[in-house]
């Protein structure tokens, strides 16, 4: 039980640095709240609206491991070192496509409540 006390209040320390030093982390999360109030005004269908909530919520989740790689990176390095660039180009691009996957599926509920 001490374990997940511990981690809980780690992964609570994770989004308090995350929120309060990362720019990226702040839009993504300001997304998600944005996303909490329209949702239901796309859908009223559960199933659905998780799509739509989840994917911004991932988002941001993608957005952490992103941003603990770079602190992860810089910390091994400050030089200049293809693998280290590699790995954070690795993050951003996981990141590039889950706001890929976000998008497209934001965009088609707006389509079908639009063509509704």
Known sequence: MQRIIAAFFNSIE????????EPALRQELI???????VGPFLTLDPWRLAALWG??????AV??????IEKLADKVTRADDDLV???????S??????????????????WERLSA
């Open 14 to 21: 994770g989004i308090r640095f995350g929120l309060t030093r």
């Open 31 to 37: 997304l998600l709240m944005l996303g909490l109030i």
């Open 55 to 60: 994917v911004l919520l991932i988002l941001l």
């Open 63 to 68: 957005e952490f491991l992103n941003t603990g």
């Open 85 to 91: 660039r590699i790995a954070k180009d690795c993050g």
């Open 93 to 110: 691009a996981a990141v590039f496509m889950m706001l890929a996957l976000s998008g497209g599926v934001w965009a088609l509920a707006l």
